[in-house]
Every structure is written in C-alpha cells, then in structure tokens.
C-alpha cells in the first residue's frame, strides 16, 4: 500500500501568525492539537519535518492580511514591527523551548539534516519582509545573532528598502520601481552574513536588482508559474531563467489564488492543477530547483489536502504522475537542503 514517507521540508509558513493571534486560546497550540493547518501532531502524520516559520507583521494586528485587493497597503510605522516581530520571534524560540526536543531552530544545514534524520521539527527563522530592520542594519545584526536565516526583502507592501507586488488578477509582476541604495546594502550585508534572500511578494524591477547585485542563488520560497495563473505573485518564464541560472529554487505555494488559471479563491481546486504547476516549474528549472512553499496557516489551500495531514495526498499525486522516489526526495526536502547549504555560511 502505501510507501514510507519521504521527510518533507517546506518554504513557508505562516503558524506563528496563527498562534500569536490564537494566544491565549487553549485550544489552538502547537503541541497539543490546534486549529489551522500545523500542529506538531498534524506535521507528524503528513511526514512535514520542518520548513520556513514566517515573521510577518500584519497592517492591522486584529486582520491578519488587511489589504484592499489590487492596491499596496500602506508603509508601517519601524517601532510598531519590531514590538510585533519581537513577540513572534520570541514565540519561535519559546516553542523550541517547550518541545523538549521536538522542535530545533535550525542554523545550518547540518541541523536541517539531523533534524530530518530524527524527526524533530526543524524551523528557520525567516521574517516576510524586512519592515522591522532599520536602514543601519542594526537590528539584521542582532536577528542574525538570535538565528536570522533567511529574508523576504518585502511582504506585499513597500518598506525602506524595496516594493512588493500588489495582490493583483490578471497582472504583470512589473509593478513599480525597484530597489532603493538601502535595499542594495541589504542584499550585500545578508550576502556577507550568510542570510538566504527570498524574493517571493517582490516587484519584477526589485527582482532584477536582487539578480544583479546578489551573489547568492536566487529563491522564491511561495511563488507560482505566471503562465499558468497570471497573478502578479507569479514568476514569469523569464524570472524562471534567472533562478536557474543562479542555481536558485521555487517553492509551490499551496494557495489556490495563485495555482487557479482563473485566479479564484477557490478551495475547490483538484491535486492535478498543484501538478501542472510542478510539472512546468521541473521543465522549466529541472528537478534540483523546485520544491515545496505551502503556505500553510496563511492562504486558502485545495480542500484535497486540508492541513498538513493531507500532504501524502500532494506526494502520491506525484508519484502517480511519474516522479521516482530519487526525484520526490528531491522536491519533498533535497533541494531546500542543498539551496540553503550554498547559501549559509
Ligand atoms: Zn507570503
């Protein structure tokens, strides 16, 4: 019947957002059964051992994702990210705390390694958008220190240093300038550092900086195929091109806004659409550069899989549809695994 589990690794979550706003409900927790999508138990049962933990900070701390669909949410107020960042980070390395062992922020690539090995939870600390980093870089130095692996330049808003996209249907990701000289400086010092870039939210001109001043693969953790769903979150063939060239990767993003050719927030959407999308990101990119970003916690995914239980449903899909065992390995947590070695020092 069913063949082992392959041990997965995820580019993105957004479960700290979900417990942070949960607090102090006793029945959403990480450990003992929650609501969403991730819970330790849930993330047992699908064979997720660990991914990207999101630091997002929202417009309005009371609406996780307050925006006006087609428009750039306003610019935040520094010292109000850092106080929301602060308790999410914090929150990370409480539950690390607290799992006694089933829970590790991971620094390196070796720990990613072991963690898979021995099933503990392996977390990067990844913030979605560098909003809360002041354009001295104090607070990257202090992030970095604390266990800062990996940097979305901007979340769908702008900040001091880029411009991200807009949530917009049908759109070009060719929304609005690239990046400003502190956004530079940002890419040379997470470069120097060691801090993966993730370019997934960011406009296509702030996307060309990253291509050119970044000596880094590039990543796009939670990002489509534009061709196949033309949502200004989606990468476009030639962005393809660059990534593979770069020795970079693509995470599927699970949500169905952004897999749907018509754009819809539909959870009605069948496995064979996830597919097409990992289908085209492998011949576009080969094998080595596509894995999975799935968004759990932060969008509306195929009713098919649920939660992160449902994630066998996504791996015999693919099995079904022709990839070996060498290859799922590779998408379900290789890929992630070698991307970040390159990239970490
Ligand atoms: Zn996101």
Same mark, same amino acid.
């Given at each position: 019947?069913?063949?082992?589990?392959?041990?997965?690794?995820?580019?993105?979550?957004?479960?700290?957002?979900?417990?942070?706003?949960?607090?102090?409900?006793?029945?959403?927790?990480?450990?003992?059964?929650?609501?969403?999508?991730?819970?330790?138990?849930?993330?047992?049962?699908?064979?997720?051992?660990?991914?990207?933990?999101?630091?997002?900070?929202?417009?309005?701390?009371?609406?996780?994702?307050?925006?006006?669909?087609?428009?750039?949410?306003?610019?935040?107020?520094?010292?109000?990210?850092?106080?929301?960042?602060?308790?999410?980070?914090?929150?990370?390395?409480?539950?690390?705390?607290?799992?006694?062992?089933?829970?590790?922020?991971?620094?390196?690539?070796?720990?990613?390694?072991? $963690?898979? &090995?021995? %099933?503990?939870?392996?977390?990067?600390? @990844?913030?979605?958008? *560098?909003?809360?980093? !002041? =354009?001295?870089?104090?607070?990257?130095?202090?992030?970095?220190?604390?266990?800062?692996?990996?940097?979305?330049?901007?979340?769908?808003?702008?900040?001091?240093?880029?411009?991200?996209?807009?949530?917009?249907?049908?759109?070009?990701?060719?929304?609005?300038?690239?990046?400003?000289?502190?956004?530079?400086?940002?890419?040379?010092? $997470?470069? &120097?550092? %060691?801090?993966?870039?993730?370019?997934? @939210?960011?406009?296509? *001109?702030?996307?060309? !900086? =990253?291509?050119?001043?970044?000596?880094?693969?590039?990543?796009?953790?939670?990002?489509?195929?534009?061709?196949?769903?033309?949502?200004?979150?989606?990468?476009?063939?030639?962005?393809?091109?660059?990534?593979?060239?770069?020795?970079?990767?693509?995470?599927?993003?699970?949500?169905?806004?952004?897999?749907?050719?018509?754009?819809?927030?539909?959870?009605?959407?069948?496995?064979?659409?996830?597919?097409?999308?990992?289908?085209?990101?492998?011949?576009?990119?080969?094998?080595?550069?596509?894995?999975?970003?799935?968004?759990?916690?932060?969008?509306?995914?195929?009713?098919?899989?649920?939660?992160?239980?449902?994630?066998?449903?996504?791996?015999?899909?693919?099995?079904?549809?022709?990839?070996?065992?060498?290859?799922?390995?590779?998408?379900?947590?290789?890929?992630?695994?070698?991307?970040?070695?390159?990239?970490?020092?």
């Amino acid at each position: 019947m069913s063949s082992p589990l392959i041990p997965i690794f995820d580019g993105h979550n957004d479960t700290l957002l979900r417990l942070i706003r949960a607090e102090p409900d006793e029945n959403d927790s990480f450990f003992r059964g929650g609501r969403g999508h991730i819970d330790l138990a849930r993330a047992q049962a699908g064979g997720l051992s660990g991914g990207f933990c999101a630091v997002y900070v929202p417009s309005d701390p009371s609406v996780p994702y307050a925006y006006v669909p087609g428009e750039l949410p306003p610019v935040l107020d520094l010292a109000y990210t850092q106080r929301f960042s602060t308790a999410m980070t914090a929150l990370l390395f409480r539950l690390e705390r607290e799992s006694q062992g089933q829970l590790m922020v991971v620094r390196t690539a070796a720990e990613i390694e072991t $963690c898979l &090995q021995n %099933g503990t939870f392996a977390a990067i600390l @990844h913030y979605e958008g *560098a909003d809360p980093i !002041d =354009v001295e870089l104090n607070q990257l130095e202090l992030l970095y220190q604390a266990g800062l692996r990996s940097l979305g330049l901007v979340w769908s808003r702008s900040n001091a240093f880029a411009h991200g996209v807009p949530f917009r249907f049908p759109s070009s990701p060719d929304t609005g300038p690239g990046l400003t000289d502190a956004g530079k400086a940002l890419v040379k010092a $997470c470069n &120097q550092l %060691g801090i993966m870039l993730d370019l997934s @939210h960011l406009n296509e *001109a702030g996307f060309w !900086d =990253v291509a050119k001043f970044s000596d880094a693969p590039l990543v796009a953790t939670h990002s489509n195929v534009h061709a196949l769903s033309p949502t200004s979150r989606n990468l476009t063939d030639k962005q393809l091109d660059a990534i593979k060239e770069s020795d970079g990767m693509v995470g599927l993003n699970f949500a169905v806004a952004f897999l749907r050719e018509d754009g819809e927030s539909n959870a009605d959407t069948p496995l064979a659409t996830m597919i097409n999308h990992i289908d085209y990101l492998v011949e576009k990119l080969g094998v080595e550069r596509v894995g999975l970003g799935s968004d759990f916690d932060g969008a509306t995914i195929p009713a098919a899989i649920e939660d992160a239980a449902g994630l066998p449903k996504l791996v015999d899909a693919l099995r079904e549809s022709g990839y070996d065992d060498a290859s799922l390995r590779k998408l379900l947590h290789e890929n992630w695994v070698r991307v970040l070695q390159k990239t970490w020092k």
